[in-house]
């Protein structure tokens, strides 16, 4: 994947090679490990993996949808009344 606009829709590309290549940031400047270290990865962290897997189009697709949830506009009654046909066909299956 090469680029793709931010997950909230922001004009600025998001290069998630750039992401990738850079460097871990190291807040001291010894070389000593320290046991207790630990790595968290966020959901969004997790999902924007994923997202890198797929093929473009896809991908975008995938940040349209996410995008339309969080502002509460992507289910209309339209789309709601397509859902319900689809379950009730599987269901009678």
Do not use: C, W
């Not at 995938?62 to 009730?88: G, P």
């Amino acid at each position: 994947m090469n680029d793709l606009y931010g997950i909230s829709g922001a004009a600025v590309p998001f290069s998630f090679r750039a992401v990738a290549d850079t460097p871990p940031h190291r807040s001291d400047s010894s070389n000593t490990a320290v046991l207790d270290d630990r790595v968290e990865i966020s959901e969004l962290a997790v999902f924007l993996s994923r997202l890198a897997e797929l093929p473009d189009a896809r991908a975008r697709k995938i940040v349209s949808i996410r995008n339309a949830i969080q502002e509460e506009v992507y289910l209309t009654d339209d789309k709601l009344d397509t859902a319900t046909e689809r379950l009730l066909q599987e269901l009678s299956r």
